[in-house]
């Protein structure tokens, strides 16, 4: 009896050991392949409730994108602070930080935050995506999911657990916002921790596989923006191609990144005023400017983009080679006030712009070829992670016979983008840990080259 007794024990402690290893993990994977779904068919339902007024209504973007602006920048500010932009600086700042940082950005409120203000902002047909947040919303769930440890557990392991939550969340995110696992463990390798750890991989691969299977067993076995085909030929001029995509796009998303970091340097004092004294007006400013491209545009540039590169794959529309230019004016507009959402979709509607455009120059070569080392060139250029931006291409399209094109597209484009600005992602995230202000408005970010000691409200 006593043996039997200390056998069913030893079994009750291995299995409890399984379950703080694994169990939450699992659990906190399910839940972000839940949240990332019905978050994704919100953000789906709010840019079609916008198309819908203002393809009756062609003046109603102009009143409806100010106010929006307005109103999203005083929720942000008033109620949400650090939901701001993609999320993904707040989760690189978290996970390079030992204090208390995670409790800010990751809790509860900014999760919630998250999905109602970037559904605001895209329901107004600001020039957002989705997939940043929904890493931002997977770190959050799952770092919260710490609270279902033993105090002493989370007393002995703390900072580690919970930075493994939130890591394993994050990547789960990005895999089910693409449908792209393989993307999930390389952006968080490349991205946000700059390093491989053993220890880390299991649970990280694990929680992937969860949310993958969620996402999944919800939506299909589908592909992001589904497959090309290049044929079994390569055409003659694709190394010209490829360094020609490369550097405009190196050049362009490098541009973007430097506009962002460098506000001080290009905006009038009176408009820097503005957007430090009356942030709320500022909001409704940018909206304003986004609603008049956006019509310029024939609504081409509102939301994230995903319609008009999914179109222009399948050879479906000829957007003009103003196309990129207006969609990046349209995205740093959306950005400057700090409205929540994300930058990879609008960056792959960029990229394939600029595809789309040099198709004018290289007519003998497949569009669909042309477009996609145009998008990777782009989010290259953006996120400075080529490794993750091609991978996160080849997924998105079936694009495997073009791989050796599309990682040499990426090298060139990250590598020029280096010449305008560090990388994005990197140095926002450096201004998430200073004091806060404890204030109903949040004052604008400082710049990154020399930042006062002030919290972070972009971004």
């Known amino acids: 009896m006593h043996i039997r007794n200390l056998i069913d024990r030893r079994a009750l402690l291995r299995g ?4 703080l290893h694994y169990g939450v993990f699992w659990l906190g994977a399910i839940a972000t392949g839940l949240v990332a779904v019905a978050y994704a068919k919100l953000i789906d339902l709010g840019y079609a409730s916008f198309l819908h007024y203002a393809t009756r209504y062609w003046w109603l973007p102009l009143p409806l994108t100010s106010a929006i602006g307005a109103l999203g920048v005083w929720l942000t500010r008033r109620y949400f602070p650090g939901s701001e932009g993609s999320g993904i600086p707040q989760v690189i700042a978290t996970l390079h930080e030992n204090g208390n940082l995670a409790l800010r950005l990751l809790s509860i409120r900014i999760l919630i935050g998250k999905i109602a203000l970037s559904f605001l902002s895209i329901l107004g047909g600001f020039t957002i995506g989705r997939e940043g947040p929904t890493i931002h919303v997977g770190a959050a769930l799952m770092f919260n999911l710490r609270r279902f440890y033993p105090k002493r557990f989370r007393a002995i392991r703390g900072a580690e657990l919970e930075r493994r939550l939130a890591l394993a969340g994050a990547a789960a995110g990005l895999s089910a916002a ?4 393989l993307a999930g463990v390389v952006f968080a390798i490349e991205e946000l921790t700059r390093s491989f750890e053993q220890r880390t991989s299991g649970v990280l691969i694990t929680a992937i596989i969860f949310a993958g299977i969620v996402s999944l067993g919800l939506q299909g076995n589908y592909t992001y923006f589904g497959t090309i085909d290049v044929g079994p030929r390569f055409p003659d001029l694709l190394v010209v191609a490829v360094v ?13 990144c430097w506009i962002l970091l460098n506000t001080h340097r290009w905006m009038p004092s009176s408009v820097l005023a503005l957007r430090s004294d009356r942030p709320v007006a500022f909001g409704a400013a940018c909206g304003l400017i986004i609603a008049v491209i956006g019509m310029a545009s024939g609504g081409h540039t509102f939301g994230s983009g995903y319609a008009e590169a999914r179109a222009m794959l399948e050879g479906r529309a000829q957007l003009g080679a103003a196309y990129p ?12 006030p700090g409205a929540p959402g994300g930058l ?20 003998q070569m497949q569009l669909p070829m042309l477009i996609a080392l145009g998008m990777v060139g782009y989010l290259a250029a953006v996120t400075q992670s080529p490794i993750t931006a091609f991978v996160i291409v080849i997924e998105m399209i079936n694009g495997h016979a073009l791989v050796i094109s599309l990682m040499a597209t990426a090298l060139i ?13 990197e140095a926002l995230s450096e201004r998430y840990g200073r004091p806060v202000v404890t204030s109903d408005v949040v004052p604008p970010t400082p710049t990154a080259e020399s930042p006062p000691v002030r919290p972070p409200g972009q971004y």
């Open 325 to 336: 230019v207006l969609k990046m004016a349209s995205m740093v507009g959306s950005y400057l």
């Open 16 to 19: 409890r050991r399984l379950w």
């Open 344 to 363: 990879f979709a609008p960056s792959l509607a960029i990229g394939a712009g600029i595809g789309n455009a040099l198709h004018l120059l290289f007519g």
């Open 413 to 425: 484009a990250s590598q020029v983008s280096k010449l305008f600005a560090p990388a994005l992602y």
């Open 178 to 181: 693409f449908n792209a696992p």
């Open 244 to 256: 020609l995509i490369g550097a405009i796009s190196g050049v362009a998303g490098g541009i973007f």
